[in-house]
C-alpha cells in the first residue's frame, strides 16, 4: 500500500487534468485507481451494516463510528452517492468507496453514515429526497444510542446524491420528515433538470420535458434558512458548473451575497468522493470547516 506521506498530491491532480472531463467509465475507472492505494480495504472505523431506515431492500445504511467509547454525542455526516440515478452503492467489505468517507467523518470527530437509496427508473422522482428525509428520520430516532447527536446531522450528496439532498431540502413536505438536519453539502448535483445543457435523467424525471421545471430544487434552495454549501470540481462537465451557479446566482438576487461555493483545484467528478479521507485533503478540508460551523 502507498504510504499517504510519500504521495504527490500536485504530481496526482496533473494526471486527473489528463483525463478530461468525460463521465464515461474509462475516465472514472482511470480516476478511481489513483486513490484506491491511498485507502485502506479494512477501514480502521468501527461500522455497523446493513441498518433498515425504510421497507425497500435499498433502504439500508451503514454507521461509521469511532472506536474508543464517545463521551458527548457528536455530530452526524450522512453521505448520498452518486450514480445517475440508476446505479452505485454506500460502500462495503473489501470496498474502499464509500467507506473511505465514513473514515473521513470518523476521523473529523463525527459520526459517518452511508446510504443506499432506491433507484430509477423503477422509482422516479421525488423517491431520492423522501429516501433521504427517511434515512434522517430513522438516525434522529436512532443514532443517540450509537453516541450520536440526533439534533445536528449534515447531509452530504455527490451527483445524483447531491440531487436527492437537494430535493429533501428544497421541498417542504419532506424536508419537514428530515428532523435533526442542520446543514447540507451540495457536489457536483443537478438542482434544476429544465435548465440543463446536457441530456436529461429521463429514467429518473420522466420523458414530459413539460414538468421538469417543477421537479427544480433550485427555487427552495434559495428560499430555505438551512445553511447549505455547493462544491464542483474542476474538471466537472460544464453543467455542474452551470447548475451550481444558477443557484448561486439566484441566491445572491434574494439575499445579497453568495452562497459558500467552493471549487475543488485538480479534481473531477470521481475523485471528488474519492478523495475524502486521504493526504489530498484541501477540497475535503472545506468541507470539515463547514460541518464545524453549522454543528457547533
Avoid at 424536508?175 to 438542482?191: D, E, N, P, Q
Avoid at 430544487?217 to 470540481?233: H, I, Y
Amino acid at each position: 500500500m502507498t504510504l499517504q506521506q510519500d504521495v504527490d498530491v500536485a504530481s496526482l491532480h496533473a494526471t486527473i487534468a489528463t483525463l478530461g472531463r468525460s463521465l464515461g467509465t474509462e475516465t472514472r475507472d482511470a480516476t478511481r485507481a489513483l486513490y484506491a492505494p491511498l485507502h485502506p480495504i479494512d477501514p480502521p472505523q468501527r461500522i455497523v451494516r446493513d441498518l433498515a431506515y425504510g421497507p425497500h431492500p435499498r433502504n439500508v445504511l451503514d454507521l461509521h463510528l469511532p472506536s474508543a467509547a464517545v463521551k458527548s454525542p457528536l455530530p452526524v455526516l450522512v453521505f448520498v452517492h452518486g450514480g445517475g440515478y440508476v446505479a452505485g452503492n454506500k460502500g462495503g467489505p473489501g470496498q474502499a468507496l464509500h467507506d473511505n468517507i465514513g473514515r473521513f467523518a470518523v476521523g473529523h470527530g463525527l459520526i459517518g453514515v452511508t446510504i443506499n437509496y432506491r433507484f430509477a427508473p423503477e422509482f422516479k422522482f421525488p423517491s431520492g429526497g423522501e429516501d433521504v428525509a427517511a434515512a434522517i428520520a430513522f438516525l434522529a430516532a436512532n443514532v443517540g444510542s450509537y453516541g450520536g447527536d440526533p439534533e445536528r446531522i449534515v447531509a452530504m450528496g455527490h451527483s445524483a446524491g447531491a440531487a436527492h439532498v437537494a430535493t429533501c431540502v428544497a421541498t417542504p413536505e419532506i424536508a419537514g420528515r428530515a428532523t435533526g438536519l442542520c446543514g447540507a453539502v451540495l457536489s457536483s448535483g443537478i438542482y434544476d433538470p429544465g435548465a440543463l445543457w446536457g441530456p436529461v435523467s429521463t429514467e429518473y424525471y420522466g420523458d414530459d420535458a413539460a414538468a421538469w421545471p417543477a421537479m427544480a430544487s433550485r427555487p427552495g434552495l434559495v428560499a430555505t434558512d438551512l445553511p447549505f454549501m455547493l462544491l464542483v470540481a474542476e474538471f466537472d462537465p460544464p453543467d455542474f458548473h452551470r447548475q451550481a451557479v444558477l443557484v448561486a446566482s439566484d441566491f445572491v438576487e434574494q439575499h445579497q451575497q453568495l452562497p459558500l461555493l467552493v471549487r475543488g483545484e485538480g479534481h473531477n467528478h470521481f475523485s471528488s468522493p474519492a478523495h475524502y479521507g486521504s493526504v489530498d485533503a484541501a477540497f475535503s478540508s472545506e468541507v470539515a470547516r463547514f460541518i464545524t460551523l453549522v454543528t457547533s
